[in-house]
């Protein structure tokens, strides 16, 4: 059974960092890519950050520059470092990955970025 749990989240102010974690279990970690997703409601879930099986990343434009995603195949985990956090960065975060054609989504985490 496929599982990503994610932590890490809260409540920042303009301007901090936080970090988010996921840590999958059931699956061959290493060998696929995994995501970042955020969403707002009554908007589309948008993408954040990637990274594939080799360690190549890319960002959504919203957070490049200010958002970092690293893995550790070790460790079976995904992060997301936030820095320079900004009130619109305020979202329901959620962990990503396909496996097999199936998508997988963690149960999201909220982080709100207020002062």
């Known amino acids: 059974q496929v599982r990503l749990v994610e932590s890490g989240g809260g409540l920042v102010q303009p301007g901090g960092s936080l970090r988010l974690s996921c840590a999958a279990s059931?699956?061959?970690?290493?060998?696929?890519?995994m995501r970042w997703y955020r969403q707002v409601p009554g908007k589309e879930r948008e993408l954040v950050a990637h990274?594939?099986?080799?360690?190549?990343?890319m960002y959504g434009s919203a957070v490049k520059g200010r958002f970092s995603i690293a893995r550790d195949n070790d460790k079976s985990l995904v992060s997301l470092q936030m820095n320079s956090l900004k009130p619109e960065d305020t979202a329901i975060y959620y962990c990503?990955?396909?496996?097999?054609?199936?998508?997988?989504w963690g149960q999201g985490i909220q982080v709100t970025v207020s002062s």
């Open positions: 990503n990955t396909i496996q097999k054609g199936v998508l997988y």
């Open positions: 990274i594939g099986a080799s360690g190549s990343t």
């Open positions: 059931g699956i061959i970690f290493s060998a696929y890519a």
